[in-house]
Nanobody, 122 residues
Framework: QLQLVESGGGLVQPGGSLRLSCAAS????????IGWFRQAPGKEREGVSC????????YYADSVKGRFTISRDNGKNTVYLQMNSLKPEDTAVYYC???????????????WGQGTQVTVSS
């Protein structure tokens, strides 16, 4: 069973930074592209960023481009999302999920984790 655990969220002031972690349990994360998603209250879940498994190519939503950086450490079976210059509109629960490719949907049968709450507020 593919299981991912998100951590690193918290309360931060506008302009601040956080680093989220996505740790894999029971499988080798390096075999998959990994996407970060977020869901704000009353809104649908949206894709934020993705990193490929083969060459580490990265993709970003326009809303976070230049502020967020995705990276992976296959030795630690973990993917990170460094978030800088945070804005109140970044407030959401952040999730990670495995994908075959960054351009495809999440792996069939994958169950979303609890996510990690990011709140940007003064």
């Amino acid at each position: 069973q593919l299981q991912l655990v998100e951590s690193g969220g918290g309360l931060v002031q506008p302009g601040g930074s956080l680093r989220l972690s996505c740790a894999a349990s029971g499988f080798t994360l390096g075999y998959y592209a990994i996407g970060w998603f977020r869901q704000a209250p009353g809104k649908e879940r949206e894709g934020v960023s993705c990193i490929t498994s083969s060459d580490g190519r990265t993709y970003y939503a326009d809303s976070v481009k230049g502020r967020f950086t995705i990276s992976r450490d296959n030795g630690k079976n973990t993917v990170y999302l460094q978030m800088n210059s945070l804005k109140p509109e970044d407030t959401a629960v952040y999730y990670c999920a495995p994908k075959t490719l960054c351009t495809t949907a999440t792996i069939p049968g994958f169950s979303w984790g609890q996510g990690t709450q990011v709140t940007v507020s003064s």
